[in-house]
């Protein structure tokens, strides 16, 4: 059985320290080894105070840069197969906006299905797809999940089992996994300090290449543009 967990980091919309919205994901198939492996490290290496928290966020502020440099380090040496994607928030097209704003809803379950596409098709027809749980405005929980669904069933093998759940991160130390590998990809691409050592480190564990949403589209919006003018 194959387990994939995933989380994001940053916001569809522009901010001049973020410019890019970050999916993070990565397939396991020993999720009970994993959880339990990266719960010792936090347990052995981290600042007391934070040994014991459900959950320790990559942006803590109780953690040292040479801290976050280890457990990146750490969990790269694990059974982690990472696919992410990412997109720039100016470039979100006109199509995910109405009314002068973003529609999140729909953009999200957009880029977190195509983000699970891209590990199919796959030799196993088992899969435990496991999301952070993200308050999406205007959709159901049954509805977002439903549509992610009718995006992956296509993809499978016949006779296959597909489960798919939104969980708090506090109780889940995958998804907590899930955060540090975006949020060290978004430190990458929004050229922040260590961004380019965190990718490094990771990018031995990455199969393929991050997909980027609506480059070409906005490029070619903007020389329709020009030719218009």
Known sequence: MQHIFLDES??????????????????TTNPKQLSKRFRGWQHSKFPKKLRYQSEVKFADRGLTPQLKLKTIEYIASLDVRIR???????????EYRKDGRIMT????????????ATYFPHYDTTFSI???????????????????????????????????????????????IADWIS???AAYLNKKSMGEQYFTILKNNVLGK??????????????KTQLVS
């Open 10 to 27: 940053g916001q569809f919309y522009k901010n001049e320290h973020e410019l890019f919205f970050v999916i993070g994901s990565f397939i």
């Open 84 to 94: 992410y994607s990412f997109l720039k928030t100016g470039n979100i097209p006109v």
């Open 105 to 116: 809803c729909q953009l999200y379950t957009h880029v977190v299905g195509e983000t699970l």
């Open 130 to 176: 496991v999301c952070d749980h993200r308050h999406i405005q205007g959709f159901k929980k049954s509805k977002y999940l439903s549509l992610l669904r009718s995006r992956l069933i296509p993809l499978m093998q016949a006779g296959f089992y597909l489960n798919i759940e939104m969980v708090d991160s506090t109780s889940n130390a995958n998804v907590q």
């Open 183 to 185: 949020s060290s990809l």
């Open 210 to 223: 991050g997909i980027e949403f609506f480059a070409d589209q906005w490029r070619a919006h903007k020389q």
